[in-house]
Structures are given as structure tokens and as C-alpha cells.
Nanobody, 117 residues
Framework: QVQLVESGGGLVQAGGSLRLSCAAS????????MGWYRQAPGKQGELVAV?????????NYADSVKGRFTISRDNAKNTVYLQMNSLKPEDTAVYYC?????????WGQGTQVTVSS
């Protein structure tokens, strides 16, 4: 079993910042990637950012968040973070933590991020 516990969502004004955290526990050996996805009302879910466990921890970001969001990992704590700066109303969504182990995806419960204009 794998458990993912997210925190850090909330309401913020445009231009503000939030930091999301996701702590993983359970059978979390051989983690391939840790990352964040989001889903806005009426829209498909999309990748926000992902960090690999190998290849020097290579990261990948959605074009819409490049330069504003930063993903980081604390491997000792099995935690992944998403620092979100210069937030825009279009960043409003439920953000989900994702963990991939041996090709299988695990998801957090989601945390709401609302950016007011």
C-alpha cells in the first residue's frame, strides 16, 4: 500500500504564492517519478510538473507554469513539493500528487488551489 498526503492548498490573490507538499509512505521502494497534476472545472487533467528519481532528478514542467512553479523533492522524507509563484486565476484547480512505482500510478486525495483576480 502507498499513501500520499497532500497539504498547502488554499485561496490566494493573483500574483501570490503557495507551496504544496506531498508526503509518501508505505511500500514506496523503487520510486520512478514524483509529480503534480491538476484538474480545473470542466477541463481535462494535466501534468503540472514531475521530477524523476534517476537521470539526475530531471524535471519537466507544463509550458503554462515554466518560470513560475518549481518542483523539488526531499528523498529522505519521501516528500515532493511544488512552489507556485506569480499565481494566475487560470491556475485555479484541484492539484493532485502523483507517485509512479514500477509503472503503477498512485494519487493523493487532491488539494484545492483557488487564485482570485
Amino acid at each position: 500500500q502507498v499513501q500520499l498526503v497532500e497539504s498547502g492548498g488554499g485561496l490566494v490573490q493573483a500574483g501570490g504564492s503557495l507551496r504544496l507538499s506531498c508526503a509518501a509512505s508505505g511500500n514506496i521502494f523503487s520510486i520512478e517519478t514524483m509529480g503534480w497534476y491538476r484538474q480545473a472545472p470542466g477541463k481535462q487533467g494535466e501534468l503540472v510538473a514531475v521530477a524523476a528519481s534517476t537521470s539526475g532528478g530531471v524535471t519537466n514542467y507544463a509550458d503554462s507554469v515554466k518560470g513560475r512553479f518549481t518542483i523539488s523533492r526531499d528523498n529522505a522524507k519521501n516528500t515532493v513539493y511544488l512552489q507556485m509563484n506569480s499565481l494566475k486565476p487560470e491556475d485555479t484547480a484541484v492539484y493532485y500528487c502523483n507517485l509512479k512505482i514500477l509503472g503503477k500510478n498512485y494519487w493523493g486525495q487532491g488539494t484545492q488551489v483557488t487564485v482570485s483576480s
